[in-house]
């Protein structure tokens, strides 16, 4: 897969999850995919897993089958209708976000760059 192809799908997915988030509180969804949709984003978000991460392969196999099996079981109960103004509603306000600004992500490369400096004349010769 090229790295453009990887993009489109991210793309997408961010627009597919934006898309759940609001429609887990669109006031016409059924009250159990808000119910699912609430525990799906606090299982991603939970810092307690089923499988601890720290296990070497297994932790993170977790989350990479029981989140995406969530979000496609919520896609297939949230009425069509509904996740489709949901998709559009999420497409038109990412797609109207400002671009990102690279000023921020400059000073914290720089503020990384002085720490190695740092850690390399100072505590590199007390240590060796």
Do not use: N, Q
């Not at 496609?72 to 509904?82: H, N, Q, T, V, W």
């Amino acid at each position: 897969m090229s790295i453009k192809s990887w993009k489109i799908k991210s793309k997408k997915l961010k627009t597919e999850v934006y898309a759940l988030y609001l429609a887990s509180k669109h006031p016409r969804t059924p009250w159990y995919a808000k119910v699912l949709a609430g525990l799906i984003m606090g299982y991603a978000l939970s810092p307690i897993d089923l499988i601890p991460d720290f296990i070497p392969v297994v932790g993170y196999l977790d989350d990479l089958i029981v989140i995406p099996l969530g979000i496609a079981l919520l896609m297939k109960i949230i009425p069509r209708d509904i996740l489709e103004e949901c998709k559009a509603k999420a497409e038109a306000e990412l797609s109207k976000r400002k671009p990102k600004s690279w000023v921020a992500a400059i000073i914290i490369v720089l503020i990384w760059l002085l720490v190695i400096y740092l850690i390399l004349t100072l505590i590199w010769p007390l240590v060796f």
